[in-house]
């Protein structure tokens, strides 16, 4: 119930902030390698990107896309899967998906922790 988001929240602004952000990076990495399905992926894209139920689905590049495919993507991939039919919401997503995906791949050490991280999309 948000309890884990606090902590990490807290964490992320006390003097083991790199740290705890390499793990969360490893950790987000991880889950989305081993254990988003397609399912999963969708869910994530229409209720906390989207906000819109079925926008993954309008979308005519996703199927089969699962969160290991999605974390190869470029941002140019991102653009072209996810940025069909050009909308407001297509835009947001689109640029919410590379900020996120900037931070997962992004060599932590080449980030300042306070402005980089994607809070509203974590």
């Known amino acids: 119930s948000g309890k884990t988001t606090l902590k990490t929240a807290l964490l992320l602004r ?21 254990r988003w399905t397609e399912a ?3 869910e994530w894209v229409d209720t906390d990107l989207a ?3 079925g926008f993954f689905s309008s979308c005519p590049r996703t199927r089969g896309l699962t969160g290991k495919r999605w974390l190869r993507m470029s ?3 991102v653009s072209r899967v996810f940025g069909h039919p050009d909308t407001f919401t297509s835009d947001e997503v689109v640029a919410q998906m590379t900020a996120v995906l900037r931070f997962l791949t992004s060599d932590l050490d ?4 306070h402005e980089e991280v994607p809070y509203k999309v974590l």
């Open 40 to 42: 999963d992926l969708q």
């Open 14 to 34: 006390g003097a083991g902030a790199r740290e705890t952000l390499q793990q969360l990076q490893q950790s987000m990495i991880e889950t989305i390698q081993v």
């Open 110 to 113: 080449d980030v300042a922790v």
């Open 51 to 53: 906000n819109e139920p």
């Open 75 to 77: 941002p140019s991939d």
